[in-house]
């Protein structure tokens, strides 16, 4: 089946510093990409995402690429700051058969940044 | 804001009761998902509908059902409730069914049943 690992959390960070979130994934075909924010008692918010291998996603200073060859889509950032404390998840998304559309998730990790 | 809305915000139930939570989707978006977060099983797909039509279904209970409405907004019915249903449900939506499009999630529905 069609699965998301993303790194054990949390991830505490001081500002400033740079941020790497690991995301590998399994799947039958050629799925699109995504990394969502949460914030607290928020929903998700669409990060970033990328629909093909080498693409690159960007967004407020966060990239991702997708990389077909080791099945990976690291989320990384330059400099964090105090605001970007959130839960982020990994998913992806195929475009048939019954998974046709939803999202699969990672486990989300937790990231705390301090002044 | 995404644009998608969900009410209630907020509901307290006992075991054994029916609830209904409502979703609009954004302006212009067909198709609306149902997803369950929980601390144990995290993110979970519930069901899909695309322009009123069921099109896919996750691990859904067989004592939930949903709908979508003419006018596109959808209803979770979670009937026959259990502690273990206690959970954050979202709704999300986009312009298509497709892997590639993107989904726009509400606020969520705080579900406890006591």
């Known amino acids: 089946g069609n699965s998301v690992t993303q790194m054990e959390g949390p991830v505490t960070l001081s500002e400033e510093a740079f941020l790497t979130i690991n995301c590998t994934y399994t799947?039958?075909?050629?799925?699109?990409l995504f990394w969502y924010v949460q914030y607290p008692g928020e929903g998700l918010q669409l990060l970033l995402k990328?629909?093909?291998?080498?693409d690159k996603g960007s967004n407020k200073g966060f990239e991702a690429t997708y990389r077909k060859e080791t099945t990976s889509f690291h989320l990384e950032k330059g400099s964090v700051q105090v605001s970007d404390s959130a839960v982020y998840f990994c998913?992806?998304?195929?475009?048939?058969?019954?998974?046709?559309?939803?999202?699969?998730f990672g486990q989300g990790t937790i990231l705390t940044v301090h002044p | 804001d995404s644009g998608v809305t969900q009410t209630p915000k907020h509901l307290i139930t006992a075991t054994g009761q029916r609830v209904t939570l409502r979703c609009s989707p954004r302006?212009?978006?067909?198709?609306v998902y149902w997803y369950q977060q929980s601390l144990d099983q995290g993110l979970q797909f519930l069901i899909q509908?695309?322009?009123?039509?069921?099109?896919a279904k996750g691990n859904i209970l067989e004592r939930f059902s949903a709908q979508q409405f003419p006018d596109l907004h959808s209803e979770l019915n979670l009937s026959s409730l259990e502690l273990g249903d206690s959970a954050l449900y979202f709704c999300?939506?986009?312009?298509?069914?497709?892997?590639?499009?993107?989904?726009?999630f509400g606020p969520g529905t705080r579900l406890t049943v006591t």
């Open positions: 990328a629909t093909k291998a080498d």
């Open positions: 999300a939506s986009s312009v298509a069914p497709g892997g590639s499009a993107e989904q726009y």
């Open positions: 998913a992806l998304s195929l475009a048939g058969g019954t998974s046709y559309g939803k999202l699969t």
């Open positions: 302006s212009g978006d067909l198709s």
């Open positions: 509908y695309y322009n009123g039509e069921e099109r």
């Open positions: 799947a039958t075909g050629y799925p699109s």
